[in-house]
Each structure stands twice: as C-alpha cells, then as structure tokens.
C-alpha cells in the first residue's frame, strides 16, 4: 500500500490540533505517517500531540525558525511516497481525502494533485469554498493558483527542486507551487472536490502579513524572470478574489433558496 506522511507544523495549537489529529487517524484504505514539527509551544499543544499520536506519529520540537522551516524539516524526515501539508487549524473534510487523492495520482500519472478548500470559522461553520480551475502554463501571471492546503506532491519532486524557500517569510507557499509548476513543470492534475477545511478567522486583522504576502508574490516572479509589475498583481489577484469569495458564493446560496 502506497505510505502518504502529512506534515503539521504546530505553535500553541492546543485549541485545534485534536480535530486535525483526528482527521488523519480517521483517513481510510491508507498507509500513513503524521509529522509534527513544533515551534516550543507553551501551552499544552505537544501534550495533546503525545496523548492522541499513534505509532505512525512522530514530534520533533524546538528545531525551526517558523513555519516553513519547520515544514521543510518534516518534509525532510518524512517516509511517505506523497507529501500532504496540513496546518495545525485545519482537518481534512472527509474520512477518504488521501486515498482519493491517490486513486488521481495513479489514474492520471501525475507529480501533483491540485484541490478545493473550504473556508472555515471558529465554529466551524463554512463560509466560502475555493475549488481552483485547471492550470496552464502561465496562469499564475494572470492571478491563477491552487489553495496550499490542497495541494499533494510526490516527495521526489521537493527533492528534485527544492522544499520552501525561507528567504519568503509569509508566501513561500505560493513560490514553491510556483516553482514546482510553472518553472519545473512538474506533471499535475485538478481533483475538483474540497479536501481540507481551513481555519479563515478575520481578513483585517492581518493587513500587514496581507502587504508583505503581495511582496513575496512580486518577489516570487522576480526571482524566476518574470517582470510582472506590483500594481498588475493587485488588481488582478483581488479581481480574482472578488469573483471567487463573493460572486462564487453568492451565485452559490441563491441556488440553494
């Protein structure tokens, strides 16, 4: 049976990481392996860690400078064929994600396998659902990308090119996808469901890390040669936004009246 290693990096997430450690546990018809990379938590985030893990968890702690250090450590100390990144307030929305995301895997041969999210609130409630289109060479210069959280890599491709790149210290995600689709090509397929429910609480309380996420997007394109201008990237990411948070799920709630 093919092994999947979900990585979780992990900081004073004792109000969430059972629902995500459970979401793994419950996954079906699947080998698996849990990383968690924790950052020196001070609450009692590692003790919930070791009272719910299993023998196809392990913990790492107090080895990383943030989350995508952190990240790259697990990916590094990870045995699994596939790689799934799962942050400490998000759980997979069914009990079958992994292995259907294997079936796409095996039917189409592909690297990765791209999917939906949902936007979730501390109550859980959903509150937007983001299932990306097919990619094409060249969509992320027109505001095209995948939600992270749906995103599943062979662990051959991190090794081919490289994990997150620490020099991007709020969208190294969105560099690495980059990287892995528009530059190395890797081969990729769309699983048009929603995998994982992510944590999405307050928009505005994270006006900075939302400037500095714009910076490492421009940087991103900087760093592989393409000169698309900072202003360009606005307008067109949150056009995009807009059509899909609002328009897409307004269209949405209409048809279920």
């Known amino acids: 049976m093919i092994k999947v290693s979900v990585i979780t990096a992990t900081y004073n997430s004792e109000s969430t ?8 546990q419950n996954q ?15 609450d009692n985030t590692v003790g919930i860690i070791g009272e719910l893990s299993s023998n196809m968890s392990s913990l790492i702690i107090g080895q990383d400078s943030g989350i995508y250090d952190a990240l790259n450590i697990g990916i590094e100390k990870s045995s699994g064929e596939f790689i ?22 095996d039917r189409d041969h592909v690297d ?14 959903v509150i937007a659902e983001w299932v990306p289109e097919n990619f094409s060479l060249g969509a992320f210069s027109d505001s095209w990308h995948p939600p992270h959280p749906g995103f599943f890599v062979r662990k051959d491709c991190y090794e081919k090119a490289g994990g997150f790149d620490l020099n991007f210290k709020v969208a190294a995600d969105f560099e690495l996808m980059y990287r892995f689709l528009e530059i190395n090509q890797f081969r990729s397929a769309l699983f048009s469901r929603v995998t994982v429910n992510m944590r999405n609480d307050g928009y505005s309380s994270f006006f900075k890390s939302r400037v500095r996420g714009l910076l490492d997007v421009r940087n991103t394109f900087r760093k592989h040669g393409n000169k698309t201008p900072l202003f360009v990237i606005i307008i067109k990411r949150y056009i995009k936004k807009f059509k899909r948070v609002f328009v897409k ?7 279920k009246k």
């Open 28 to 42: 079906k018809d699947v080998m698996l392996e849990q990383i968690f990379v924790d950052g020196g938590s001070s």
């Open 112 to 125: 990765i396998v791209y999917s939906g999210i949902n936007y979730v609130n501390s109550k859980y409630e």
């Open 249 to 255: 799920n307004w269209f949405t709630k209409m048809k």
């Open 17 to 24: 990481i059972h629902r995500n450690i459970k979401s793994v």
């Open 84 to 105: 799934a990144i799962l942050n400490s307030d998000d759980f997979f929305s069914n009990d079958r994600v992994l292995s259907d995301i294997i079936t796409v895997f």
